[in-house]
Nanobody, 123 residues
Framework: QVQLVESGGGLVQAGESLRLSCAAS????????VGWFRQAPGKERSIVAA????????YYADSVKGRFALSRANTKNTVFLQMNSLKPEDTAVYYC????????????????WGQGTQVTVSS
């Protein structure tokens, strides 16, 4: 079992950057696949980005390609989401999630979830 804690959210102006962190406890990420999701008011929770720890293969939603980037700490207990050129439409609660199966990017494919961190982008 793994416990997840997100951090790094905040209030920024459009065009600025934030780096979110997802920290694991209980065990490291080496056997997991990690995803970032976001949910804005009145919207469904949706995938933003995902990474397989063992292969470092990544996925990015079309809306964030070229602006967001995933990275891994070599201690295997932290995943980062660098968010650049932020837009007001990026405003949402961002969640880190983890799963053991090696396929699927849907919300219900992920077994473990953090509590979320708020990102607000003003214009």
């Amino acid at each position: 079992q793994v416990q997840l804690v997100e951090s790094g959210g905040g209030l920024v102006q459009a065009g600025e950057s934030l780096r979110l962190s997802c920290a694991a406890s209980g065990r490291t990420f080496d056997r997991y696949h990690v995803g970032w999701f976001r949910q804005a008011p009145g919207k469904e929770r949706s995938i933003v980005a995902a990474i397989s720890w063992s292969t470092a293969n990544t996925y990015y939603a079309d809306s964030v390609k070229g602006r967001f980037a995933l990275s891994r700490a070599n201690t295997k207990n932290t995943v980062f989401l660098q968010m650049n050129s932020l837009k007001p439409e990026d405003t949402a609660v961002y969640y880190c999630a983890a799963k053991t199966k090696n396929y699927g990017l849907a919300l219900n494919d992920y077994e473990y979830w953090g509590q979320g961190t708020q990102v607000t982008v003003s214009s």
